[in-house]
């Protein structure tokens, strides 16, 4: 069974830095497209990020691409989101969301839930200013 848990939210200050951990579990393929979403209370679920293992591409939404790295460790299965500059509009619960299989780069497309088929629970980050 094809799983995926997020870690590392939490309560941090403005400015700060946060690393968020996606681990999968389940994959029969090293092949797969893992994008991070966000979505804040009375707010649309929106991408943020996205990571092709075929490729090692990535792709970031326009407002979090100065701020927002993606990475991953194929070898664990995990992807992580480091967050830098932390603002309060960043306060969310965030997910991560898997096409497993993949073998298409990262791109805008990937930022829209209708392409992943698994998702995690979410992990809450709340920024205090």
């Known amino acids: 069974e094809m799983q995926l848990v997020e870690s590392g939210g939490g309560l941090v200050q403005a400015g700060g830095s946060l690393r968020l951990s996606c681990a999968a579990s389940?994959?029969?393929?090293?092949?797969?497209?893992i994008g991070w979403f966000r979505q804040a209370p009375g707010k649309r679920r929106e991408g943020v990020a996205c990571?092709?293992?075929?490729?090692?591409?990535?792709y970031y939404a326009s407002s979090v691409k100065d701020r927002f790295t993606i990475s991953d460790d194929n070898a664990k299965k995990t992807v992580y989101l480091d967050i830098d500059s932390l603002k309060s509009e960043d306060s969310a619960v965030y997910y991560c969301?898997?096409?497993?299989?993949?073998?298409?780069?990262?791109?805008?497309?990937?930022?829209?839930?209708?392409?992943?088929?698994?998702w995690g629970q979410g992990t809450q980050v709340t920024v205090s200013s």
């Open positions: 969301a898997a096409d497993p299989g993949s073998t298409y780069s990262a791109g805008s497309f990937y930022l829209q839930e209708s392409f992943y088929d698994y």
């Open positions: 389940g994959f029969t393929s090293d092949d797969y497209t």
């Open positions: 990571i092709s293992s075929f490729d090692r591409s990535t």
